[in-house]
């Protein structure tokens, strides 16, 4: 229901720029429903579309293909964006990934498109490690065997006709989407070759041509132009209007717009050809359903068939939207395609072409089975005692299925579908249903004592299944559940902060921590919550008890931890558990949740890691923070002992700033913190009256300049961002004023503290500033030239303004210390005296 809310809104955000149909007609006079199982009787033809992230879909085309034409489509997406920005949360990694990767599944369903990933766990070598300027540096990192066999494993069981990256392989585009263009067109023929990867060919998995394949283009470049800007009656919107309403669902990339209605014109170009041709059509040379199929199969009672058939699915398509007629003749044609099958099989045709035609037409009899079902107009509404389970649980799932149609439905059976080490049992048969009429059944459910662990990228746990028998044909229809059912251990525990520094100039006496134990077993549980310590630290008390009467109870204890007086540099980690029932917890269960997207969990262990190295700060710096939302620095500080506060909105707008020798402004801020805009002249006349202001990046589309926020003096982001931006986050950086209090104090600042630094050094950097700015660091790319950019100070009053676009979030987050010790000099600036 969430995410049916979700995509009504993405919907009614378009609907004012629709033509002049009320929208209600439309809904009355259509059935949607029906339709997206009905228009792929159409065509045999199925097509595929490559790219490196979710969000990298070309929405529009599939709308159109999918929705438009009834093309079986689906999108090969090679990572899970874990690298990428949050724009909804603060979630980052793997579970920004599990986000990401839930949004393309929820998109995909509004444009009838199949979302598949090559990555398959969250610990994938496949994965968005950051911006990559060149598809080599990509390869080497995902590992091109894994990677490349993924791809050419796809390709021959999905089997398209026409594959088309999103991107081109040129040196304006990201490195992930290049290396995506350029194994996509590789696999043209590899994929076709018995000699690439013949271990698959050992498990079924046969060798497949591509028969087209395109790439991107201009209308200067293009072979092939199509136009997609039609508008859909069926869906009150037209083709690229759906694929917006797709990418609204991607929210934590801030995606989708609202388009008018418009001719809208795609260009391709024909790089790679099985065929002979003299048409730039598309689909020119490609069987488009199986009267075109007939004319190309020699085995005579299989060449009459084809055509009997198609003939059928064209008749089923002009019963729309007539459901009892359509079930029916669906059955027919289902029955039909068996036969041909059968036919086909026994046939004296060439082995490549019969297995061509085989899979057309087991997409086809798929297809007839959710025609069948849809028209059926069985409704399955699904309850389970708990969307979040344990091992060695038991719990129930009911299945109601109602007949909304206006016909009887017979021989109805219901099952569920589980891991083959699951247990379940209950009334499969429900018979017949009347028009109007409903049963429930009831399943008991087992969860083994060594059940997997949720894995978010893995298949459901449990699914339903539904079968009917009309006119002697059955029809299976597996449905899922509304929500994601999730294994996770009996108790998570999380605990706060993740990250600890420890000052090895200035040891601190105690370091506060809090863990966080959840129950999510079906009953009460005691447990006794303890830290496993490096030697010679101790923390109060040694170990705390908690009683968690009921599932979702959650408890917060405390300890205190107390260091040796002497602490190495170096990292170092601290276990925090749980013991219940003579068992040991020691995972975190972080739980993903959003009104768009099914609920989700990532677990990993529960483990503090600290890292110790000589941390210089003032006394009495008092800092104030204004949190964009997409960093957790001022946290990160708090915790190395800063003297943080993050300032409020009322603050922001009303209070006294003078208080801070230090305002920061998080990542994004201009876009995260709209205040920020409208506090502008406050800001401006706080650094005016000898306050230090420190502004982290913002990128060029966010609220800059032109009446949104002004910095002092001009300062202009450049783009395209791959132009702007060092990936490298072992690149060379000369610090060009060496002798600069930035780099002397507190912390004398040298080569090592730009050691160790993770995923790239900075972004967006300003391309145009002003003659009171001051440089300070000198960085490039390998081959690239240097940008001077990343850190920029004018004095503006009797204050200072300081903007860096060193990913220093980044660098706090994964406990580098060269980041904090540079960044605790740029915010200490003016106060080391």
Wanted: net charge negative.
């Amino acid at each position: 229901m969430r995410k049916l809310s979700c995509l009504l809104m993405s919907i009614h955000l378009l609907a004012s720029l629709l033509p002049p149909i009320s929208l209600a007609q439309r809904q009355s006079e259509t059935d949607v429903e029906l339709w997206k199982v009905v228009k792929p009787l159409n065509t045999t033809l199925t097509f595929l579309n490559t790219g490196a992230h979710p969000d990298d879909e070309q929405s529009d085309l599939l709308a159109y293909l999918s929705r438009g034409l009834g093309i079986k489509t689906a999108s090969l997406i090679a990572n899970r964006g874990e690298g990428g920005q949050n724009a909804i949360g603060i979630e980052f990694g793997n579970a920004l990934g599990i986000i990401r990767s839930k949004e393309m599944i929820e998109a995909a369903k509004v444009n009838g498109v199949k979302a598949n990933h090559l990555s398959e766990t969250t610990s994938d070598s496949i994965y968005d490690f950051g911006f990559s300027k060149s598809p080599e540096e990509t390869l080497e990192k995902w590992g091109e065997e894994v990677t490349y066999e993924r791809l050419i494993k796809f390709i021959r069981t999905y089997q398209p006709d026409i594959v088309m990256p999103s991107f081109e392989n040129v040196d304006s585009q990201h490195g992930h989407h290049r290396l995506m263009a350029v194994l996509s067109e590789k696999a043209f023929k590899d994929a076709a070759d018995p000699n690439v990867f013949p271990d698959q060919l050992k498990n079924g998995i046969k060798t497949w041509q591509i028969k087209k394949f395109y790439l991107p283009a201009n209308a200067s470049t293009a072979t092939t132009t199509i136009e997609i800007g039609d508008f859909d009656p069926i869906y009150g919107m037209s083709y690229p209007q759906l694929g917006e309403a797709s990418r609204y669902l991607h929210k934590s990339q801030g995606m989708g717009n609202a388009i008018p209605v418009a001719p809208r014109q795609l260009h391709l170009k024909l790089t790679e050809s099985a065929l002979q041709t003299d048409s730039n059509d598309l689909f020119a040379g490609i069987p488009y359903d199986f009267h075109a199929w007939a004319d190309i199969i020699p085995a005579g009672n299989v060449s009459e068939q084809l055509n009997t058939l198609q003939n059928q699915l064209e008749g089923i398509i002009k019963l729309y939207p007539d459901r009892e007629t359509i079930l029916p003749e669906s059955q027919k044609a289902l029955r039909a395609v068996q036969n041909i099958i059968s036919s086909t099989k026994s046939a004296n045709i060439d082995n490549s072409l019969k297995n061509d035609l085989l899979h057309k037409l087991e997409i086809k009899a798929e297809q007839l089975q959710q025609v069948s079902f849809v028209s059926s107009s069985l409704a399955v509404d699904t309850e389970i005692g708990s969307y979040v389970l344990t091992q060695d649980e038991k719990t129930q799932v009911t299945v109601k299925v109602t007949n909304e149609g206006k016909e009887k439905i017979q021989h109805i059976k219901t099952a569920l579908h589980t891991p083959d080490n699951w247990k379940h049992e209950g009334v499969m048969n429900v018979n017949h249903l009347k028009p109007g009429e409903s049963k429930t059944v009831t399943f008991n459910v087992t969860v083994p004592s060594d059940a997997e662990y949720y894995q978010p990228y893995g298949d459901d746990v449990i699914k339903v299944q539904l079968a009917f028998k009309e006119k002697g044909v059955i029809t299976t229809s597996v449905i899922d559940l509304d929500n994601t059912v999730s294994v996770l251990p009996e108790l998570g525990v999380t605990p706060d902060p993740v990250n600890i520094t420890v000052n090895t100039a200035d040891v601190q006496d105690e370091i506060p921590i809090t863990v966080k134990v959840k129950n999510y077993a079906n009953g009460s549980k005691n447990a006794k919550v303890s830290l496993n310590l490096p030697d010679g630290w101790t923390s109060e008390p040694a170990a705390t008890n908690v009683n968690l009467p009921k599932r979702y109870e959650e408890k917060e204890v405390s300890f205190t931890l107390v260091p040796p007086s002497t602490v190495v540099d170096g990292h170092f980690s601290i276990a925090a558990i749980a013991e219940a029932d003579d068992k040991t917890f020691d995972m975190t269960v972080q739980e993903i949740k959003y009104d768009h997207i099914n609920d989700s969990h990532f677990m990993y262990s529960s483990n503090i890691y600290g890292v110790a190295f000589e941390l210089l700060k003032p006394a009495n710096l008092k800092v104030g923070y204004i949190d964009s939302g997409f960093d957790t620095i001022a946290d990160s500080l708090q915790n190395a002992g800063f003297d943080i506060t993050q300032i409020t909105l009322e603050e922001l707008a009303s209070g006294d700033l003078s208080k801070f020798a230090t305002i920061v402004a998080g990542i994004r801020s201009t876009l995260g913190r709209p205040d920020l805009l409208q506090n502008n002249a406050r800001l401006l006349d706080y650094v005016k009256n000898g306050g230090h202001l420190v502004m982290q990046y913002v990128t060029a589309g966010d609220p800059w300049n032109r009446g949104a926020f002004t910095p002092p003096y001009p300062l202009e982001i450049g783009s395209p961002s791959i132009r702007v931006r060092v990936t490298d986050e072992n690149a060379k950086v000369t610090v060009t004023q060496p002798e600069h209090e930035l780099f002397n104090k507190p912390n004398k600042i040298n080569d090592t503290d730009w050691d160790g630094w993770v995923q790239e050094r900075a972004l967006y950097f300003p391309t145009i500033w002003d003659a009171n700015y001051q440089t300070f660091v000198s960085m490039a790319d390998p081959g690239e030239a240097p940008f001077n950019s990343g850190i920029l100070m004018a004095e503006y009053g009797e204050g200072t303004f300081l903007y860096t676009n060193l990913v220093f979030y980044r660098q706090i987050n994964a406990q580098v210390p060269g980041g904090y010790r540079i960044f605790t000099n740029l915010i200490s600036y003016g106060s080391n005296n």
